[in-house]
């Protein structure tokens, strides 16, 4: 008995330190004081590296939870006509939440991420099928065209964040949706 109280504890230990570090990278980035995410948690820091070695392993973790969810969403939409769409504008939503994603998958440290990726990837794939047999999605668009997209947010943000031009979120969210769909982008 006292095992499977001490599984439990550790479980619920680990969901709450990638709750944790998900809402610290999304206010702060990937290089987050581990302290700062332990305490978010309410474990101490010997607990977190228990869990996770070190910053790649703990940021794979929010990573494959991520993907965890755009599966479940994706499963969800699968009868949806609009449902590439849908799922296209969380993926957006996504990156614009949390512009770390694309730094850290980008440079290489994070363990798993291709596979993340493979797992994106065909998440997406029946949903553009169902959109292109309805002629939702421009002829020759790819999975691939629509994931290189999204490393384009993160232009737009860094140089919203960097001062350096206006918010363009909206913007660009109409843009790439007009560059893949053949639908009008939604509003609001």
């Given amino acids: 008995m006292a095992g499977e109280r001490t599984r439990r504890d550790a479980a619920r230990n680990r969901d709450l330190l990638v709750a944790a ?3 610290a990278f999304a206010a702060h980035g990937p290089d987050v004081p581990l302290e700062d995410i332990a305490s978010e948690a309410g474990v101490s820091r010997t607990t977190l590296h228990r869990h996770f070695a070190h910053r790649e392993a703990l940021a794979s973790a929010v990573l494959e939870h991520n993907v965890a969810d755009i599966e479940a ?3 969800a939409l699968a009868d949806a006509d609009d449902g590439a ?4 504008h969380y993926l957006l939503d996504v990156q614009f939440e949390a512009p770390w994603l694309g730094r850290v998958v980008a440079d290489g440290r994070v363990p798993g991420a291709a596979d993340l990726g493979t797992r994106t ?3 997406l794939d029946p949903l553009l099928d169902r959109a292109r047999a309805r002629g939702r ?6 999975t691939e065209d629509v994931l290189l997209t999204l490393p384009m ?10 001062g350096r031009t206006p ?3 909206g913007a660009t969210r109409a843009l790439l949706h007009r560059g ?7 509003t609001g």
């Fill in 21 to 23: 570090a998900r809402r």
């Fill in 73 to 75: 969403r994706a499963a």
């Fill in 85 to 88: 769409e849908r799922l296209y």
């Fill in 121 to 123: 990837a065909a998440a």
């Fill in 137 to 142: 999605v421009h002829p020759g668009v790819t």
């Fill in 153 to 162: 947010v993160m232009a737009v943000q860094a140089a919203t964040a960097a």
């Fill in 167 to 169: 918010s363009r979120l």
């Fill in 180 to 186: 893949v769909f053949t639908t009008e982008p939604p």
